[in-house]
């Protein structure tokens, strides 16, 4: 339908498609943000032995996040004196606007996708690197020494660990031979990629929780020595707008893995009259489950020992991925 | 011309691109000067899209957009730039600088009036990027290759030099 609509003629009718279905995009991804924070909170209940929201919205806290989105609206927005105002104001556009770009790659059925670009993976990974910039001025522009430690922070590590992030998906690449994530989906129909590049995967894996921000790599927002990081000064919605990307930035990477190395919307042998979509939530709810779960279960590491970790050990590591299925690819072609 | 929307997207683009620069030549604190950067580099990428190279425009955000301006904020951040420039004044100054923009944008325009492009085969924006690979280690490996030992001299300087302010640090 999407293809359709690109090749037809531009007219004022056609904008308002695609403003008409990017809104319900994001209303789609303002759900699953909202269900998603309940069931994060859920979860980490029960693996600590807690009962998580039960309060509003029934036995299940079901209005728990509205409530709390709810309350951020109203929150005062405040603005420190010695901030520097338009980037403090700016910082959190530049923070969620690519947050929101990388979903318009991401096919997420074979007929639910919105731009099926020719170099779409790049695409990705060069858009959400804009982030790092509006986080790092949210830290600057706060003119507070917590906030940029946590700029900081959030700038060295989102920049260490895209590296190994992109490295170990060149194995992907030169398996399919392609760029494009539908290629790479359409690759995947016999055997999914995280049984051919298993080492890729746990690099993947590990660089996208790093790249997420989340525990055990959350020292840009280390609450028990920086307060709250590169968001300290902010308050009311344009605290939530960095949640929110946060949140996006999830969705997006849980997709992305999905697609990458779980085989998108493809089906398990003898069980594709289940439909491509909810396959693909069946793998998409299975990513985000093992996200929120190292998110309980794992200590936050030491700055050092996060550089080293990126550096020393999985960028090698995606090296050898890369070489190591060259010369596979090379010997197969051989015989 | 008619109007279509390629045309309204390149002068959306071609305006923050310009305006970006302008703002980083007359804003006065650097770390705005750096922002106004990543505009014009954003919409660089942008016009790169619009001429269908879309390696090329997501290499630019990649390393311009991405990684080049993290490394600025970085340093001026870290370095706790927080002076900004003076204004510069001056009355003559200021009329020669004009008649030297007139004379550069009647350059450029005698430059570009008549300039006859070449038609180009009109595959160039199919799957680009393998085009980019393939002539890359095809007709042009002899420069690549000298060009990835240009980096490592550059990487291995960049060590050597942070490796002796570090022993200097040291010993003061």
Known sequence: MIKDLLHSTPSLLNFGIFFGLAVLLLFVVLGFVTYGILSERKIMGFMQLRVGPNQIGGKWGLLQTVADVLKLLIKEDTIPKKADKPLYILAPVIAFAPAFMVLAALPFTDAFQFADIGVGLLYYMAISGISTIGIVTAGWASNNKYSLIGGMRAAAQMISYEIPLVMSLVGIVLLTGSLNLNEIVAAQEKVWFIFLQPIAFIVFFIASVAELNRVPFDLPEAESELVAGYHVEYSGFRWAFFMLSEYVYMFAMATLTTVLFLGGWNSIPFLDFIPAAIWFGLKFSAVFYVLVWIRVTFPRIRADQLMEFGWKVLLPVALANIFLTALIKELINLF | ?172
């Open chain 2, 1 to 172: 011309m008619t109007l279509s929307g390629e045309l309204i997207a390149f002068f959306g683009l071609a305006l923050v691109a310009i305006l970006g620069g302008v703002l980083l030549i007359t804003l006065t604190k650097v770390v705005h000067m750096v922002i106004a950067l990543v505009f014009t580099f954003l919409s660089i990428a942008g016009i790169y899209l619009l001429l269908s190279a879309e390696f090329v425009a997501v290499v630019q955000i990649l390393i311009y957009s991405g990684a080049i301006t993290i490394v600025m904020l970085f340093g001026i951040m870290l370095t706790k730039h927080q002076e900004s420039d003076e204004p510069a004044k001056g009355g003559w100054g200021k009329i020669t600088l004009l008649l030297a923009i007139a004379g550069f944008a009647v350059a450029v325009y005698l430059g570009i009036y008549n300039l006859d492009i070449p038609v180009q085969p009109a595959t160039l924006h199919e799957e680009n990027t393998k085009q980019i690979g393939i002539e890359l280690f095809s007709k042009y490996v002899i420069p690549f290759e000298v060009m990835s030992v240009l980096l490592l001299v550059a990487l291995v300087g960049a060590i050597v030099l942070a490796k002796k302010d570090d022993e200097e640090g040291d010993q003061s």
